[in-house]
T-cell receptor, first 108, second 122 residues
Framework: EIVLTQSPGTLSLSPGERATLSCRANQSISNNYLAWYQHKPGRAPRLLIYSASSRATGIPDRFSGSGSGTDFTLTISRLEPEDFAVFYC?????????FGQGTKLEIK | EVQLVESGGGLIRPGGSLRLSCTASGFTFMYSAMSWVRQAPGKGLEWVSSISGSGGSTYYADSVKGRFTISRDNSKNTLFLQMNSLRAEDTAVYYCAKAWLVRTGGMCWDYWGQGTLATVSS
């Protein structure tokens, strides 16, 4: 099973700042099949990025994904107030599909 | 507009059974693989089970294999999760999710429901 470790656990930033979230796998993810989700309390998770760097439909271009193999990054170029949430990475390159433990992005 | 609405959660005693439903609209249900993903209180997301569009292929996490059964009724645009022999560690919000990209190793999901809470407790 692929274990995904996200860092930091919590990130405190202000609107307008740049956010960089990390997701590291304990083994290489096939074809970089790595997705990122945003999750707010009581809401449905939202797909942001798939296949490491492809933005999902309707996702603003301030969200970008990068990386390959075992190291992946989600970058939010300029934080908007509505961006603060918990972010999860998920790999779908091998079964079972697994998620990272999440990074909480909070307002500083 | 894609909508996924889960139902069927509730309080159940250990060893009991519960059947979750997810009613879908806004897309061609029979063409989409679907999954259940859960989130235990204070924890992260955990994939539970997936099913192909036809229902002919099903997949389970080891933690639920042999106890949970995923199924679908394409004539009613509905996804199900039959949960038997429930344990306290099955307590979670259960999300229904529509597959976006399906590959040999699994899938990611572009639409999710709001979730239904299943609580296993005596």
């Amino acid at each position: 099973e692929i274990v995904l470790t996200q860092s930091p656990g919590t990130l405190s930033l202000s609107p307008g700042e740049r956010a960089t979230l990390s997701c590291r796998a304990n083994q290489s993810i096939s074809n970089n099949y790595l997705a990122w989700y945003q999750h707010k309390p009581g809401r449905a998770p939202r797909l942001l990025i798939y296949s490491a760097s492809s933005r999902a439909t309707g996702i603003p271009d301030r969200f970008s994904g990068s990386g390959s193999g075992t190291d992946f990054t989600l970058t939010i170029s300029r934080l908007e107030p509505e961006d603060f949430a918990v972010f999860y990475c998920q790999q779908f390159g091998s079964t079972p599909n697994t998620f990272g433990q999440g990074t909480k992005l909070e307002i500083k | 507009e894609v909508q996924l609405v889960e139902s069927g959660g509730g309080l159940i005693r250990p060893g009991g059974s519960l059947r979750l439903s997810c009613t879908a609209s806004g897309f061609t249900f029979m063409y989409s693989a679907m999954s259940w993903v859960r989130q235990a209180p204070g924890k992260g997301l955990e994939w539970v089970s997936s099913i192909s569009g036809s229902g002919g292929s099903t997949y389970y996490a080891d933690s639920v294999k042999g106890r949970f059964t995923i199924s679908r009724d394409n004539s009613k645009n509905t996804l199900f999760l039959q949960m038997n022999s429930l344990r306290a560690e099955d307590t979670a919000v259960y999300y229904c999710a529509k597959a976006w990209l399906v590959r040999t190793g699994g899938m990611c999901w572009d639409y999710w429901g709001q979730g239904t809470l299943a609580t296993v407790s005596s």
